[in-house]
């Protein structure tokens, strides 16, 4: 039978488990041996994982979103604007266009044939994309 100090005190695993190990906020069970702390909330290591996709943290960031801790990938995935040219997100500090419905980071927002940015420009739209002027009637 192994010992648990706890506040200075000794305390047989046994009477440990049974009287002062924190409950796991997943699972429910007792904590004997290893304890993570996030969010104010006890977890068995194990315990503490992506709300979307299940993977376990470990050393690894997470993001929290209306209280839940999501994986960079996942956060990424569901809760970020993206740039409908490039795919990538459209992060705080970033220049951006919003056009035709979506948004583009400000580099990204170029006439579909020739590339030329066309932020802060006129533009003409065929088939739901943007042309500047000069590819606007081809």
Known sequence: VGFVEEKSQL????CYGRYLAPDCEKCKRKIIGNCLKAMGKNFHPECFA??????IFANSPFYLEDGLPYCEEDWNELFTTKCIS??????????????LNNNYHSQCFNCTLCKKNLEGQSFFVKAGKPFCKSHARG
Do not use: M, S
């Open 11 to 14: 305390y047989c695993e046994d």
């Open 50 to 55: 992506c709300a979307y996709c299940g993977k």
């Open 86 to 99: 490039c795919g990538f997100p459209i992060e705080a500090g970033d220049r951006w266009v919003e056009a």
